[in-house]
């Protein structure tokens, strides 16, 4: 009897800490997990693309708002290595080029190395500088976990898809939902850099613009063994679409006529000696893309960066 009691209770040893491992996936733990591991990741490499297409018709013009970027870069804890090229286009203003940079952070220093099309050039900023904190902080922005890290916040919005999807040779759970606009927001002030917060607060507060009333949507495919953050989509057309109607109403007319204007109001009644407001000018608003997507990849393979010496001396030449 005594045998089979111990028997068991070693079986039950091996069987109890593995037990977690069993449970079923949820959106909250799963986005937990993959902002977890992507902080605790000594580097990864990373690609972004931005795609905007707007397209504004009236009786008396229109107009085209076209641009596409992409980017590519590898990351570790101490140096940023990024590169890729852009193109923008609006009425007759086009723009295009490439770009490179070099983000060097030393316990005391950090330095950029930038080339805009063929010419690099190079600054710095010490600890002895005032901003050297907010530089600090920019930088981790730039390495974009925070984006994945301030998702936790709205798993309640995200849904789990029954079904993965196959990410190369690995199998992905996917989340997918609308979540506020709140999000840049949250994610810009997460930098902690005020002169940034105090902007940010001012053109909300002169525009008049609540981003809890704009949702955007969400895709996160996350891989499901490492629980790492494999794809991120973030498409804002609707949002974005919805905002330039309001931003044209207000350049129209005048941030003076619109206070206690109810956009959304379906109410037909005006009270009594009261002006009625301005009515919408006929503009059609057509948002076909504008969207960003960041995808994750080679986890703990880029061991260091250092900046090549011919870029260096090119620099230091400028």
Not at 91 to 96: G, R, T
């Amino acid at each position: 009897m005594k045998t089979r009691i111990v028997i068991l209770l070693l079986i039950l040893a091996l069987i109890l800490p593995t037990a977690g491992c069993f449970e079923k996936p949820t959106a909250e733990s799963l986005l937990e997990d993959a902002a977890a591991n992507l902080e605790k990741a000594e580097s990864y490499e990373m690609k972004g693309k931005l795609e905007l297409d707007i397209k504004i018709e009236s009786e008396d013009f229109d107009m085209a708002i076209v641009g596409e970027a992409e980017a590519s870069g590898e990351i570790t804890d101490k140096a940023t290595h990024m590169e890729g090229d852009y193109t923008f286009s609006a009425v007759d203003d086009k723009e295009s080029g490439d770009f490179e940079i070099y983000l060097i952070e030393d316990k005391d220093e950090i330095t950029a190395y930038l080339r805009e099309d063929d010419e690099w050039s190079k600054d710095g900023i010490d600890e002895d500088d005032e901003d050297f904190e907010e530089a600090q902080k920019l930088i981790e922005g730039i390495k974009l976990h925070k984006l994945v890290e301030l998702l936790t916040e709205y798993s309640d919005d995200l849904t789990l898809a029954k079904k993965t999807e196959k990410v190369g040779k690995s199998e992905a759970y996917v989340l997918e939902g609308k979540v506020s606009g709140e999000y840049f927001i949250d994610f810009m002030k997460s930098l902690d850099v005020d002169e940034i917060e105090e902007d940010i607060d001012e053109a909300l507060e002169e525009s008049d613009v609540d981003l809890e009333d704009y949702e955007v949507d969400i895709r996160l495919l996350i891989d499901k063994k490492s629980k790492l953050p494999v794809l991120l989509e973030i498409d804002m057309a609707e949002t974005v679409a919805k905002l330039a109607e309001e931003f044209l109403f207000q350049f129209m007319y005048g941030f003076s006529e619109l206070e206690g204007i109810d956009f959304n109001s379906d109410d037909d009644e005006e009270e009594e000696d009261e002006p009625a407001p301005p009515s919408m000018p006929e503009i059609e608003i057509d948002v076909k893309a504008c969207k960003i997507e960041i995808e994750f990849s080679s986890f703990g393979d880029v061991k260091s960066i250092k900046v090549p010496k011919d870029v260096q001396n090119e620099a230091e030449e400028d």
